[in-house]
């Protein structure tokens, strides 16, 4: 009789293993988990999300990047579908929920596919040849826009921050928008240039929304360092340091033997003096305002205010950089080196009181490459949801600055290229044209979750959308707040190219990267604490 044989463990035994069909259903289980979560919020009338973190912090918003953020989500697939949010979002700033909500769908038209036997590398393929053709038709498609044309700009912010809890101030922060991304772009060459990070947003809670204001030049969250100094200076000449102005200690320990009562006098009147020079070396420049990255001692802050110095402590490095950019200061590192040549301007330096904080203005800068937004609202929570619709316009504007192009919203975009998709599926032969069609297919739940979201019938839409691009209406998208099919570019609604350019490559990539999945081994800690079980349904005992 043949003994038993005991089968050969080569994993840890509370390995949690999918294979094959299982593993794929869990994944896209996963992934279609996370597009319905923020589904609910794309478009006008998309709806809030409340988040409650682990310390009870709440964040209110319908901006898809930040929701996924703040979601504590576990599944390794789930968190594929996050990093698209976060490409879509360092890429343009704006259409990260258009680009969770289509990877998703791709993924739900994937799994109809595969139920009907279609291997997941014919699937992989067909969607990487559908979205190689999105590019090309979506190129065509666009509409070349000169990047000073303010009207196109202020059309595009507007579109970006309606239905985001700013929008009854919409007209005065997409107008502030505008001209701080205008102000920041640099032209080499005839090709624009636009760093984001030029831009600072500083948020205070008081006054309504439409007290923001744009400042040419930077705002400090910080206060002079000495009472005896100066609150206002006109005609500022503006000194930046990156090293402490404090008596230098010894690199290695180092022990100071003093015997008598005259060293120890001659000792501090020399840390004194010290001091003094290094007050007096700024002072020699002209320099009338410096901003030190690190520490002040008090009594270079008391000599310093004798000399009517405006000085400000502990600046951050990313200040120091817009300062520099701003005002025309370069940054110096030994009091010793700094000359009247590396001081900066600026027509006005104050401290104002802004709320409860006092705040450092530097105003009055000449033509400057870095700017400051400072935001106004009722709460803290409207604050952060203006700052968060404020930074998609910003994305959205800096991005048709720097390309050049526009497509029109609405889903106009969408329904033509789904409809471009369907003629290009039927010149291609083989199984791989099941997997562009329903790539096509795919592309319309943009349209369709916007009239879903507004409280309006889908399929009304979509065939009526259908029948007029069908007339080469290639613009025609539908208004939400009525329903109608409508010329989206003469009503204003547009969006950057990139936006849907990003959100078709970055969706495919993670689609087809899901797909390709036939095997999840899963280490046991997943089970103890380092996540959520991984049962058949791929999601942990809250869904994540």
């Known amino acids: 009789m043949a003994k038993m044989r005991q089968p050969m463990q080569v994993t840890d035994e ?38 409650v973190d682990s310390l009870g912090d709440v964040v209110i918003t319908n901006d898809g990047a930040t929701i996924l953020g703040e979601m504590d989500i576990a599944h390794p697939a789930a968190k594929m579908i996050v990093e698209v949010a976060k490409t879509q979002d360092d890429e343009v700033g704006d ?23 279609v291997h997941p590398t014919i699937i992989a393929s067909g969607y990487k040849l559908a979205a190689e053709e999105a590019e090309k038709i979506l190129n065509n498609m666009a509409t070349k826009v000169d990047p000073n044309d303010e009207k196109i700009l202020l059309q595009a912010a507007e579109t970006a921050m309606t239905g985001k809890g700013a929008e009854k101030a919409k007209d005065t922060l997409t107008a502030l928008a505008v001209k701080a991304v205008r102000q920041v772009a640099v032209n080499e060459d005839g090709k624009y240039f636009v760093d984001a990070e030029d831009i ?15 400042v040419q030049g930077i705002i400090i969250d910080k206060e002079k360092v000495h009472p005896g100094m100066p609150r206002k200076i006109k005609n500022a000449k503006i000194a930046l340091l990156d090293s402490a102005m404090e008596v230098h200690k010894t690199e290695t320990d180092a022990e ?55 000085a400000v402590r502990r600046a951050k490095k990313s ?12 940054v110096v590192t030994k009091i010793g080196d700094l000359s009247s040549e590396d001081l900066g301007y600026a027509g006005l330096v104050e401290e104002k009181k802004v709320g409860k904080d006092k705040m450092t203005f530097i105003e009055g800068c000449k033509n400057p490459k870095a700017v400051s937004l400072l935001l106004r609202g009722g709460t803290e929570h409207f604050v952060d949801s203006v700052e968060r619709a404020l930074e998609d316009a910003i994305g959205v504007v800096a991005t048709i600055i720097k390309d050049g192009t526009i497509v029109a ?32 297919d795919a592309v319309e739940i943009i349209p369709r979750t916007l009239a879903e979201n507004a409280g309006i019938d889908p399929i009304d839409i979509l065939v009526k959308l259908r029948s007029t691009h069908e007339k080469d209406g290639k613009n025609t998208g539908f208004d939400v707040f009525d329903g109608e099919a409508k010329d989206m570019m003469k009503k ?8 849907k350019s990003q959100a078709v490559k970055s969706s495919s990539e993670a689609a087809i990267m899901i797909l390709r999945i036939d095997d999840v081994i899963a280490a046991s800690e997943l089970g103890k604490g380092g996540g959520p079980p991984m049962g058949p349904g791929g999601m942990g005992p809250e869904g994540f």
């Open 409 to 440: 919203g609405g889903g106009a975009a969408e329904i033509e290229l789904s409809k471009k998709l369907l003629d290009y599926a039927s010149k291609i032969g083989g199984r791989e044209q099941l997997a562009i069609k329903a790539f096509a």
């Open 95 to 117: 259409g990260t929920t258009t680009a969770v909500v289509l990877t998703g769908e791709l993924l739900k038209n994937a799994e109809v596919l595969l139920d009907q036997n």
């Open 256 to 310: 100071i033997r003093i015997t008598s009562p005259d060293q120890m006098q001659a000792f501090i009147e020399q840390e004194e003096k010290t001091l003094k020079d290094m007050v007096e070396n700024i002072a020699k420049t002209g320099a009338n305002v410096l901003f030190c990255q690190k520490g002040i001692d008090d009594l270079a802050q008391h000599y310093l205010a004798k000399r009517g110095v405006f």
């Open 492 to 499: 204003g609604v547009v969006e950057p190219l990139r936006i």
């Open 200 to 214: 600072k947003v500083e948020k205070k809670e008081g006054g309504s929304v439409e007290d923001s204001t744009l």
């Open 14 to 51: 509370n390995t949690q293993r999918f294979l094959g069909r299982d593993a794929q259903r869990m994944n896209i289980l996963a992934g279609r988990i996370v597009a319905e979560t923020i589904k609910t919020t794309l478009g006008p009338r998309g709806m809030d999300k409340m988040l």
């Open 319 to 330: 200040d120091m950089e817009r300062l520099s950019k701003a005002t025309g200061a370069k």
